[in-house]
């Protein structure tokens, strides 16, 4: 654990204690969440975002364009079929995030936090055989929320003022990462009872694991996912009760769960054998394993196994994994003609393939990227402009190559349209830093934390940018900036003052 880490969970341990000592008293002075009803949407949406928050400033938190992009496909697909089958309300899709935040952690792990944030480590991910397996559990979270298991927790928890219960679940999720430092803070019963409530009832798993079931299905992924991940983890539980299957703490695989879903299944009678070898789900699991902070022992494991057997086609999703995987450990070992050379097998291994092959090809242009060769990244990753991936390589290629304007005229039409990609943002700051143009870069700067909703340091650096243009030095265009820049900051102060009512 890194001294990062263990002072922020310390923070957190201080939070919770905080909280803790105040649950007896703050109800009496603090305005409670709701009346005898649930929690409304907008109140749970706003809590959401705390922790949202707190989980974009954890060191684990990840924005990989690649695993984002392939997680939001199956999930969007989920929302659509929630969508179509009643399961999401109108109400509700308009006022929550549902948005993926992914987390560096090895630990086996995908929990719904307030307003339709979901976090998923890359450790689950890690240990999915399938795409149906991996949107099976994201199927079973986004049903907690939608059947609005979250709200009525929070409801349970009604008299404490939502920081605490904030504190309480970012103070749960510390815990879940580090049991150690969770069996030293959280002493006393009362501390225990309070995490005890948060989680969700047998009533509740059940009814995510049955409207999940038939939002998979509806999304047009396999059953197999559902009861194949079941098995997965309940195998889990028992070759490892050391904590580091949180999930399972949370989520109970109980027989009795399995069975349900196995005779589920069986009704859906789809026919076909195993699923066919996806080998775009085998590159996601291999860049999991790579991505999930490993250390080097285990990055040079990645390499050696990859030569264990010869390449054969047609590539088997084994293989697929094992060469990525082995592609970029060599690439974060610093060994970049490994890299290449792995790289290159798996994209003629793919070859033919569409899908596969542009990932395959991604990787090739991310390695060429890291070895400092952004031209040979740039024709690689240049062609489609619209997908997120090539965009943000094909970005950093142009900067590293001194064309920032460029870069920099594409970067602001991406943000334009997608105004919460916080890494758009922050290469749109290099690129305008690049040009010399202070002022947008720190405008880009301060809209980047904007987007991680952190609004404290967004304002610090739009009040940078105002003390800036007071003091002259204006290039051309700059007089506009100033004014965007004095509005966008009247915009933030004033979600900061709804935050500080909100207490
Ligand atoms: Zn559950």
Redesign the pocket.
């Known amino acids: 654990m890194s001294s990062r880490s263990r002072s922020r969970t310390r923070a957190i341990a201080a939070a919770l204690a905080l909280a803790l000592l105040a649950g007896a008293s703050a109800h009496a002075q603090i305005p409670t969440l709701g009346d005898s009803s649930d929690m409304t949407a907008s109140t749970e949406r706003k809590l959401g975002e705390r922790i949202a928050r707190e989980l974009y400033r954890d060191p684990d938190y990840i924005d990989d364009p690649i695993l984002d992009e392939y997680v939001r496909g199956i999930w969007s697909r989920l929302l659509a079929a929630a969508r179509t089958r009643g399961e999401l309300t109108a109400e509700l899709d308009e006022r929550f995030a549902w948005q993926v935040l992914l987390g560096k952690d090895r630990s086996i792990n995908a929990f719904a936090l307030p307003g339709g944030w979901l976090g998923l480590h890359l450790g689950l991910v890690s240990v999915t055989a399938t795409r149906d397996e991996l949107a099976s559990v994201l199927a ?2 986004l049903s ?1 929320v939608t059947q609005r298991h979250i709200s009525r927790l929070m409801t349970q928890e009604k008299r404490q003022a939502p920081w605490v219960i904030g504190a309480m679940i970012l103070g749960a999720l510390a815990a879940s990462k580090n049991p150690e430092a969770a069996n030293a803070l959280v002493t006393g019963g009362q501390a225990l009872a309070m995490q005890n409530q948060l989680n ?1 009832s047998r009533d509740m ?1 059940r009814e ?1 694991d049955r409207i999940g079931y038939g939002v998979l299905t509806q999304a047009g992924f396999e059953p197999q996912g559902f009861v194949a991940m079941f098995d997965k983890l309940q195998q889990a539980s028992r070759l490892n009760d050391n904590g580091s299957f949180p999930y399972l703490r ?2 109970p695989m109980t027989t009795e769960r399995s069975a349900d879903m196995q005779s589920r299944q069986q009704l859906a009678a789809r026919s076909g054998g195993a699923p066919a070898a996806d080998l775009v789900h085998a590159m996601m699991v291999g860049r999991s394993r790579v991505l999930s902070n490993p250390g080097v022992d285990v990055l040079r494991g990645y390499v050696n196994d990859s030569q264990a057997d010869a390449a054969m086609q047609p590539a088997s999703a084994r293989q697929a994994t094992a060469l990525y995987a082995a592609a970029l450990a060599s690439a974060k070992l610093r060994d970049a003609t490994a890299a290449r050379r792995l790289a290159g097998t798996l994209a003629d291994l793919v070859r033919g393939d569409a899908e596969p092959a542009r990932v395959a090809s991604l990787l090739v242009a991310e390695i060429a990227l890291e070895a400092g060769e952004p031209a040979q990244a740039l024709a690689l990753a240049e062609a489609p402009a619209t997908a997120r991936p090539e965009m943000l390589f094909a970005s950093q290629a142009r900067i590293a190559r001194g064309r920032p304007a460029e870069a920099a005229q594409r970067l602001q039409t991406w943000v334009a349209l997608h105004p919460r990609d916080a890494q758009a943002w922050q290469l749109l700051a290099r690129a305008h830093a690049a040009q010399g143009q202070q002022l947008r870069a720190i405008r880009a700067e301060a809209e980047a934390q904007v987007a991680h909703l952190d609004y404290e340091a967004a304002l610090d650096r739009f009040k940078a940018a105002q003390e800036l243009a007071r003091r002259g030095t204006r290039a051309p265009g700059d007089h506009i900036e100033a004014s965007i820049i004095d509005s966008r900051a009247r915009q933030v102060e004033s979600l900061l003052r709804e935050q500080a009512l909100q207490r």
């Open positions: 079973h979270e907690h969700f798993e995510a949370t989520h």
